[in-house]
């Protein structure tokens, strides 16, 4: 297998010392290309060619000449040839050993043809020379949302995150420009918004994904990991400039607008804003595609599946208003869930008996 590793990088005095982690926890069973687009100065770009020889795809630019994150990462996705996955990430990160090996094993265990990875990884600090950071940060987080959801521009904002504890990996809505590992095939599904600056690329690439039938996971454990640090103009911890910084009014003003986006036909944006709704607190308030009519209702029961048709959770409703049923699982078995089996249960006047009517399955990948 072939990986192209992505990583746009400004100013980032963590580059070296990321490109250098992973490196050193490659399986070896893998061929890896480090795409790197380095917006810097000379010297260190030097410095990046002399530490590292060999393996590097490098496209360099001054860094007064940078034009923003999605301009890089558009640069580095139309790099990629012959590799089978893309890992894009940022330029201060942390890895597991054999991260390659985990990254391939986990997309791989989602059993769905089209899946990606991508989460917002846990944090690592920059002075942690023992790596405590993969004994006390061992799961991937799952995003939470803020609702209202503001349809036409940027799609939502991160409220929180849980932690998956499953140990599969589940879905997961959203996906992160500062980690996501998918197939070279996803790329001409999702073409990255070389065209925006900063905000709305993830919500472009989300909703591009989705409609063109992927399904994004969050992974079953950590793999790598981020540096959160405080890198604001008055942080004490700043440890590399920030593009705004150097260029203030200097990027793109194209904002995202949902209505500019070229929509796959596979699923529709419809039912991926009635998904959205299982990544809010509101999780429980599940709401169902469009139910016929029945006479003579009971009850309904709910059946979640996984990716085996293992059952996870079953339960019996007695009313569904507007499609919307109040379930009593917890978030993280729903985002294990694969199908909802919806069973419509009716009084049979004959029989004097309850008897099923119907079977809808509703899918989520």
Same mark, same amino acid.
């Given at each position: 297998?072939?990986?192209f590793?992505?990583?746009a ?7 070296i010392p990321t490109?250098q982690?992973f =490196?050193d926890?490659e ?5 890896i290309i480090? @795409?790197?687009?380095?917006?810097d100065t000379?010297?260190n /770009?030097?410095?990046l060619k002399?530490t590292f020889p060999s393996?590097l ?7 007064s ?11 580095l996705?139309?790099s990629?040839?012959d ?7 940022? #330029? /201060?990160m942390?890895s597991?050993?054999? +991260?390659?090996?985990?990254?391939? /094993?986990?997309i791989?265990a989602t ?5 990606l990875?991508s989460?917002y990884?846990?944090h690592y600090?920059l002075?942690d020379?023992t !790596? ?8 991937m &987080?799952?995003?939470?949302? %803020?609702?209202?959801v503001?349809? =036409?521009?940027?799609?939502h904002?991160?409220a ?8 599969v990996p589940?879905?997961n809505?959203h996906?992160a420009? @500062?980690f *996501? $590992?998918?197939p070279r095939? +996803?790329?001409k599904d #999702?073409p990255?918004?070389g065209?925006?600056?900063?905000e709305?690329?993830?919500?472009q =690439?989300t ?5 063109h039938?992927w399904t994004v $996971?969050c ?8 540096s959160?640090t405080? %890198?604001?103009?008055? #942080?004490p911890?700043?440890?590399?400039p920030l593009h705004w910084?150097?260029?203030?009014g @200097?990027?793109?003003? !194209? ?6 986006v070229?929509?796959?036909? !596979?699923r529709?944006?419809? &039912? *991926?804003? !009635?998904e959205?709704n299982? $990544?809010?607190e509101?999780?429980k ?5 469009t ?7 009971v $009850? +309904?029961?709910?059946?979640f599946l ?8 079953s339960?019996?409703i ?5 499609n919307?049923? &109040? ?6 078995t ?6 909802i089996?919806?069973?419509? =249960?009716v009084?049979?006047?004959q029989?004097?008996?309850? #008897?099923?009517?119907?079977s809808?399955? *509703?899918?989520?990948?």
């Amino acid at each position: 297998m072939k990986i192209f590793v992505s990583i746009a990088s400004y100013r980032d005095s963590q580059l070296i010392p990321t490109i250098q982690d992973f =490196m050193d926890n490659e399986s070896k069973q893998h061929t890896i290309i480090y @795409g790197i687009c380095m917006q810097d100065t000379s010297e260190n /770009h030097h410095l990046l060619k002399q530490t590292f020889p060999s393996n590097l795809k490098i496209i360099y630019m001054h860094y007064s000449k940078a034009k923003g994150v999605c301009h890089a990462r558009k640069l580095l996705q139309d790099s990629v040839t012959d590799e089978d996955y893309i890992l894009q990430m940022d #330029s /201060h990160m942390r890895s597991i050993p054999n +991260w390659d090996v985990a990254l391939i /094993h986990s997309i791989r265990a989602t059993k769905c043809a089209k899946s990606l990875l991508s989460s917002y990884p846990p944090h690592y600090a920059l002075d942690d020379t023992t !790596k405590s950071y993969l004994q006390t940060s061992t799961y991937m &987080n799952v995003t939470k949302l %803020n609702l209202p959801v503001r349809k =036409m521009t940027t799609l939502h904002g991160c409220a929180g995150d849980y932690l998956n504890t499953t140990g599969v990996p589940i879905r997961n809505i959203h996906i992160a420009g @500062g980690f *996501y $590992f998918a197939p070279r095939e +996803w790329i001409k599904d #999702s073409p990255y918004p070389g065209d925006l600056y900063f905000e709305g690329e993830e919500d472009q =690439m989300t909703v591009l994904s989705y409609t063109h039938g992927w399904t994004v $996971f969050c992974p079953e454990k950590a793999i790598v990991y981020h540096s959160y640090t405080n %890198n604001l103009s008055d #942080s004490p911890e700043k440890y590399r400039p920030l593009h705004w910084e150097d260029h203030p009014g @200097g990027g793109s003003n !194209k904002a995202f607008n949902i209505q500019d986006v070229t929509l796959g036909n !596979k699923r529709s944006l419809e &039912n *991926y804003f !009635k998904e959205l709704n299982q $990544f809010t607190e509101k999780y429980k308030q599940l709401e169902l595609p469009t139910l016929p009519s029945y006479d003579n209702i009971v $009850f +309904w029961q709910l059946i979640f599946l996984d990716a085996t048709n293992k059952v996870l959770h079953s339960q019996m409703i007695h009313k569904i208003e507007q499609n919307v049923a &109040n379930i009593t699982t917890d978030q993280q078995t729903l985002h294990q869930t694969y199908k909802i089996k919806v069973v419509p =249960m009716v009084n049979d006047n004959q029989t004097k008996s309850t #008897s099923v009517k119907d079977s809808i399955i *509703y899918s989520f990948v």
